[in-house]
């Protein structure tokens, strides 16, 4: 059983549409990240939501933190074939002691 | 510099042959080290995380050890392979709780 619930897992669209991908727990979190990684590398950082409710833009990427902190959603406009990769949330419980645990992840691919 | 060097980058092992990942970071001291594994369809399993010297908590696997011999190395160990222990891990580093986790190239396993 995953902490962190990450859907859909897959998907694919056509360049210019616009998608939104979910991070759900039962658990509380003190913050979440949320990283895009390239296949073979490290995943990225793109940003952290601390408080409940928080909306963060990103360029063309919007985060959003649920109001109980035990979401948060990814919304990606006008996608590019650029956005293509793996998108992961992450995030440590409150009282975790540490413990970052991520998500499984979103494969999306950006097709031109 | 938030460097994170992790070697080998590519590793070929048989079954029940041992097993040395290394980690070494720059730039900061006293940080949380974490080893994870990434495997298909299985998303970033926290396997062990030391929040200093000689101090490892570990999450998952009963074939699989880490340590740490000085405040910016972590190692990961095994004295017998298995097969299922192939993956792409990555080790990742976090000054304290709270704060964005940094992770190094990755090393690939495969077990044959």
């Known amino acids: 059983t995953q902490l962190l619930e990450q859907s859909p897992q897959f998907l694919s669209i056509q360049e210019g549409e616009n998608l939104t991908v979910y991070c759900n727990s039962s658990?509380?979190?003190?913050?979440l990240q949320w990283y895009r990684q390239e296949p073979g590398e490290g995943p990225v950082l793109l940003v952290t939501?601390?408080?409940?409710?928080e909306v963060k833009k990103l360029k063309r990427l919007t985060f959003q933190f649920g109001d109980a902190r035990k979401d948060s959603s990814l919304h990606i406009t006008a996608a590019q074939p650029g956005d293509t990769g793996l998108y992961l949330c992450?995030?440590?419980?409150?009282?975790?002691?540490?413990?970052?645990?991520f998500g499984i992840g979103t494969k999306l691919q950006v097709i031109p | 510099s938030q460097t994170i060097h992790q070697w080998p980058a590519t590793l070929v092992q048989p079954v029940g042959s041992p097993l040395s990942l290394e980690c070494t970071v720059e730039?900061?001291?006293?940080?949380?080290l974490y080893w994870y594994r990434q495997a298909a369809g299985r998303g970033l399993q926290l396997l062990f995380y030391?929040?200093?010297?000689?101090?490892i908590s570990s999450e998952v696997p009963q074939n699989l050890s880490a340590s740490r011999p000085q405040d910016r190395q972590f190692i990961l160990s095994s004295k017998k392979l298995l097969l299922s222990d192939s993956g792409f891990y990555l080790c990742a580093r976090r000054k304290g709780s709270g704060n964005t986790i940094y992770f190094g190239e990755g090393s690939w396993l495969t077990v044959v």
């Open positions: 730039g900061t001291s006293n940080p949380n």
């Open positions: 992450a995030g440590e419980p409150t009282g975790g002691y540490q413990k970052v645990t």
């Open positions: 939501v601390v408080t409940g409710g």
């Open positions: 030391s929040v200093g010297i000689g101090q």
């Open positions: 658990s509380v979190f003190s913050s």
